[in-house]
């Protein structure tokens, strides 16, 4: 494993950072994975980080008035768009404790996995005529990042458990997504269920339990059925819009919306927009559909792995 080597010295030992919360005093740790989280709902995080002021200085050779920052940048792995969360000036001495409150990631701006970036920066350029000193402003003096998977869809997508023996579908199955009609312009709320086959053995022990071990697989799967379908049956419909607007007169979520969500959160390149990024996945899909479901399963991250 490679090592990096800093152009200047860096602090040993000198910073503390707490985990992040979703709450400043009686928030839960930030868990590295937020399954009810759908792009409509903005992230409140907090964390302290506990600062020896006096010691980071002398072990990186800086003088006893320069200033320093703490700064606070996330992104998405959907579009690798940075976005400053918080930054503060640090310009006392001895130990300070720096408190980030109510940080706030907005929803409509993430997707995929969230990296949030902690950074400790000369905030001024200095002048010093020691070796191995930082002296430009922005040189980073200490950093830790942490990542979260957000669930694009699970926060969307209402479901139901029922028997498939009594409703009339395919007994031994595990789930069907039920979309009402092809207007992609009618709410979402109200055009899709997910109903769960409670005669399926796997199914209901899933529900029945947290801690049922094949639960994860088993909802990952239907994470990749939902966009493959969704998207699937987009990009096989002449009228669908790409041009159409993702509200409707009620501003909720329209199922237009939802697919272009979807295409946004786990299957456009970072750089491209959904409309570009329908019309290639259209493309692949028409020409080699085995493609198309890999393509899926790379963009929610499929399969996952579970922590033991």
Same mark, same amino acid.
């Given at each position: 494993m490679g090592v990096h080597a800093w152009p200047y010295r860096r602090p040993l030992n000198r910073i503390n950072a707490e985990p992040w919360r979703t709450d400043e005093t009686t928030g839960s740790p930030l868990p590295s994975a937020l399954p009810s989280w759908d792009y409509t709902t903005d992230l409140s995080l907090a964390r302290v980080v506990h600062l020896d002021l006096d010691g980071i200085r002398k072990d990186c050779g800086l003088p006893e008035d320069a200033l320093l920052r703490l700064s606070v940048r996330y992104w998405p792995s959907t579009s690798r768009i940075r976005h400053v969360g918080f930054? #503060? !000036?640090? #310009?006392?001495?001895?130990?300070?404790? %720096? /408190? %980030?409150?109510?940080?706030? $990631? /907005? &929803?409509a701006d993430l997707g995929g996995f969230l990296t949030i970036? /902690?950074?400790?920066? @000369? =905030?001024?350029?200095?002048? !010093?005529? +020691? *070796?191995? %000193? $930082?002296?430009r402003a922005g040189s980073i003096l200490w950093s830790d990042q942490v990542k979260v998977h957000l669930e694009g869809a699970a926060g969307l997508l209402p479901t139901a458990p029922v028997s498939? =023996? +009594? $409703?009339?579908? *395919?007994? &031994?199955? $595990?789930?069907y997504v039920s979309m009402d009609g092809s207007d992609w312009l009618q709410a979402a709320m109200g055009s899709l269920l997910i109903l769960l086959n409670t005669d399926n053995a796997a199914v209901r022990r899933a529900l029945a339990s947290e801690n049922e071990e094949s639960a994860p697989l088993l909802w990952d799967t239907l994470g990749v059925d939902i966009v493959t379908d969704l998207v699937g049956r987009a990009l096989d419909?002449? !009228?669908?819009?790409?041009?159409?607007?993702?509200?409707?007169?009620? &501003?909720? @979520?329209?199922? =237009? &919306? @939802?697919?272009? #969500? @979807?295409?946004?959160?786990?299957?456009?390149? *970072?750089?491209? #927009?959904p409309k570009?990024?329908?019309?290639?996945?259209?493309?692949?899909?028409r020409g080699d559909p085995s493609r198309f479901r890999a393509q899926v399963q790379k963009g929610v991250g499929f399969p996952r792995e579970v922590a033991r």
């Open positions: 930054t #503060s !000036s640090v #310009s006392l001495h001895g130990q300070q404790n %720096v /408190t %980030v409150i109510d940080m706030i $990631a /907005t &929803g970036e /902690t950074t400790l920066d @000369l =905030a001024d350029d200095i002048s !010093s005529d +020691e *070796p191995f %000193v $930082a002296h498939f =023996a +009594e $409703a009339g579908l *395919p007994q &031994g199955a $595990a789930w419909d002449e !009228s669908f819009d790409d041009d159409s607007d993702d509200s409707d007169q009620d &501003g909720d @979520l329209t199922m =237009a &919306g @939802l697919v272009k #969500s @979807l295409v946004r959160t786990y299957l456009a390149f *970072p750089t491209e #927009s570009d990024a329908m019309r290639r996945l259209r493309d692949e899909r």
